[in-house]
């Protein structure tokens, strides 16, 4: 049967990130509010559930610096959840490690862009990068809160360092 | 086959560009035009408030109310005065469970005293239920102080009976337990587990939202004390449900929801309270739902719940034989040979259940995916979430087998080898 809406959904990139995902850890114990790393960064972390389904992720952020130039030098995440969710979360790791907070929130607001789009935003590959790759799961309503759940934890864990 | 497929016109759509396969019937079933007409009959001829009013369409309004009352009493073998109106199967839960917490509290007759739970008394549950029946009798017993514990379930997906004979001891005042499980499909054996609980002197609280619209019941026989069961899942609308209680018990239990059209005297103090099923069925009632509901009843009589109850064994069958019989799926739950109600939820390994359901709706079919609200049965099989396939009446065998098709072609696709 294997439709071409199911590729286009699908795409070999996300099933490729699911299957091996980069930046996802065993474990992330609980944060202290105002945790500092070994290495001096400032940490905070965020856990996200997708009710419907269950999914769920961790993702933990250490920046360097102060303000929207803070770096984040430290991105870990744990979870358990769909093929979309875990690619997504992969893809987030990849997208975001080693930028500044203010690239990261330019991305996020992006990848939040072109999933509500109903599939009518051509993303631009040269900028999301892999992160184009779930432009097709715009189409299916139910699946965005899937793909953004990585991203959900990521932008409050960022929030709480602000 | 034919004629029953007919009298579900929801069924006859096209979903993805394929005709819709609905295996979620355990979540919620389809409506017959009958039932549908009944509703909409009620509206064009006799629609007003039932049990006030002295004109004739508030009579006749209240006259086809209570008759639904009667017919849903009859399908389940009950008395008409033990069958109480609900939204839902978990209003009714919760019923009976704020009933038992007012009553600890004081409140109600002096009678009303022996429903009283505190420190030192348990409820006992099992590992099996839907949250519906789970979390009301721990929101209870953290109301009243008692202690909550569970029957387990073993590997095969039935109830640890050895140990359930461990459990309900003499500080046992209340077993809830569902009469056939929504995830594995088990039919539990309710006759002895009441016999075990009745020992005690504790009450049996029945979750029949899986049995009475698949098998044959008689609660009177199967001597439970309180059952739940909801429309929507017997062919009926949404927004109703039915409690059954022994009118003994219930008659000397303190309401839950209070107001209008549940009382005898008020004072601007004090109220006193009508014979049960009045006395918890407050406000305007869900009377066309009612009505509608009996005739899902008529439908269901009409085709014989024998009848049902053995062609969803088979096609209970052919799902278990299907499912077991495609490499690298996992059955949840008795195997081939075990009784079950028609369904079957599997686990796809290394694909998420939320993938599986989404490549069977590309394909037209309709499944459940997720935990089923029954977390803590998904964690003691060793899943976080499943995939179900549920049947119903009008389920045909080809649907099952398309089902079991696409099913094959899932882990190729999310490249799992095997």
């Known amino acids: ?162 | 086959m034919l004629r029953i497929r007919n009298d579900f016109p929801v069924l006859h759509q096209l979903v993805n560009g394929h005709p819709l396969n609905y295996l979620d019937s355990g979540a919620t079933s389809q409506n017959p035009i009958s039932v549908m007409e009944a509703e909409q009959e009620y509206y064009e001829q006799r629609n007003a408030a039932v049990h006030r009013g002295a004109h004739t369409l508030a009579f006749a309004a209240t006259e086809v109310f209570e008759a639904a009352r009667a017919t849903v009493a009859t399908f389940v073998g009950a008395p008409e005065n033990s069958i109480v109106w609900t939204s839902n199967a978990t209003e009714g839960v919760n019923l009976v469970s704020y009933s038992f917490s007012n009553a600890s509290l004081g409140l109600g007759a002096p009678a009303s005293a022996r429903f009283r739970l505190g420190a030192g008394d348990e409820i006992v549950v099992t590992e099996m239920e839907h949250h519906s029946n789970l979390i009301p009798w721990q929101q209870l017993a953290l109301r009243t102080g008692a202690t909550l514990r569970f029957i387990p379930v073993l590997d095969d997906g039935t109830l640890d009976l050895a140990a359930a004979a461990q459990i309900v001891n003499p500080r046992t005042r209340l077993l809830a337990v569902t009469h056939a499980s929504n995830v594995v499909g088990t039919i539990n054996p309710i006759a002895e587990l009441v016999q075990l609980a009745h020992a005690v002197d504790a009450l049996v609280f029945l979750d029949a939202c899986q049995s009475v619209p698949h098998l044959a019941i008689d609660l009177t026989a199967l001597d439970v004390d309180f059952a739940v069961f909801s429309g929507h899942k017997m062919l009926g609308p949404t927004g109703i449900g039915v409690l059954y209680g022994k009118a003994e018990l219930l008659a000397d239990m303190p309401p839950f929801l209070t107001g209008g059209s549940m009382i005898t005297t008020v004072d601007m103090q004090t109220a006193e309270f009508l014979a049960p099923p009045q006395r918890f069925e407050a406000g305007t009632q869900r009377i066309s739902q009612a009505l509608a509901l009996a005739s899902a009843v008529d439908y269901l009589d009409h085709t014989g719940m024998g009848r049902i109850r053995a062609r969803e064994a088979e096609l209970g069958r052919r799902l278990v034989e299907g499912v077991t019989s495609i490499p690298g799926v996992r059955l949840l739950g008795p195997g081939v040979g075990v009784e079950r109600i028609g369904l079957a939820a599997v686990d796809v390994a290394g694909v998420h259940a939320h993938d599986v359901g989404q490549f069977l709706d590309e394909a037209g079919i309709a499944v459940r995916v997720g935990h089923h609200c029954a977390q803590p049965l998904h964690r003691r099989l060793g899943v976080t979430a499943s995939t179900r396939a549920s049947t119903y009446l009008y389920t045909t065998d080809d649907e099952v087998d398309q089902f079991l098709a696409v099913l094959a072609e899932v882990a190729p696709f999310f490249g799992v080898s095997r």
């Not at chain 1, 609980?30 to 972390?45: F, I, P």
């Not at chain 1, 690619?87 to 987030?92: K, N």
Request: include cysteine.
């Open chain 1, 1 to 162: 049967m294997t439709s071409s809406a199911m590729q286009q959904l699908y795409q070999q990139i996300i099933l490729d990130h699911a299957k091996s995902a980069h930046g996802a850890v065993p474990e992330l114990p609980t944060l202290d509010a105002g945790s500092v790393s070994a290495a001096g960064l400032r940490q905070a972390q965020s856990h996200q559930v997708n009710t419907t389904c269950g999914d769920e992720v961790t993702v933990r952020v250490g920046l360097t610096g102060a303000g929207t130039d803070a770096e984040i030098d430290e991105f870990a995440w744990r979870g358990a959840g769909c093929s979309i969710s875990m690619a997504s979360a992969s893809v987030l790791n990849d997208t975001v490690r080693g930028t500044s907070v203010a690239e990261s929130e330019a991305m996020l607001n992006l990848f939040r862009e072109m999933l509500r789009s109903r599939g009518t935003i051509e993303p631009d590959e040269e900028v999301l990068g892999d992160a184009a790759a779930f432009a097709g799961v715009s189409k299916y309503p139910a699946r965005v809160k899937c793909a953004m759940l990585p991203w959900v934890a990521f932008e409050a864990a960022l929030l709480q360092l602000r």
